[in-house]
């Protein structure tokens, strides 16, 4: 792996693994605590997590297609744990494989996304780093949900 690329496959390791020692000891149950007042659980947050990843750099960055509905991402059903850990775990191997492969001549290169309503041209470095902020951003949130729900 290239040198400048590896800080951010470092990173995106070092964020999931919050992720997964926060939701390691929750039940079900915890990961669908809803507080009155918001719509996400943290078992939404694994989901949409694993979607926008995917996005943001196996599709965005990586060039190739995948089947992704946003809206279904923030679906209110009772979720189970496992398959959401385990998905969030294959789209960390997808994005560490897409990662694997750049070169600082790679993350250069420009893009062109949707992005707020229009499209917009970026570097596929600005994709990564928008992926691993975004990732971030819902480990804060996983933590605190975490800390409402209590020990459920």
Known sequence: MDPFVAPFVERLDSVHEDIYAAVEPLTDEAINWRHPSLSNTI????????????????????????ER??????????????????????????????????????????IELPYRGGTRTVARQWAVLQSLTHTAYHLGQIQLFKKMAGSR
């Open 43 to 66: 078992g939404i947050l694994l989901r949409h997590t694993a979607g926008s990843e995917r996005y943001w750099v196996v599709q965005m960055v990586g060039g190739r297609e995948i």
């Open 69 to 110: 509905d946003r809206d279904a991402e923030f679906a209110g059903e009772h979720l189970a744990k496992a398959p959401l850990v385990a998905a969030l775990r294959a789209a960390q191997r997808e994005v560490r494989d897409v990662l694997a492969r750049l070169t600082p001549a790679d993350l250069s290169q420009t």
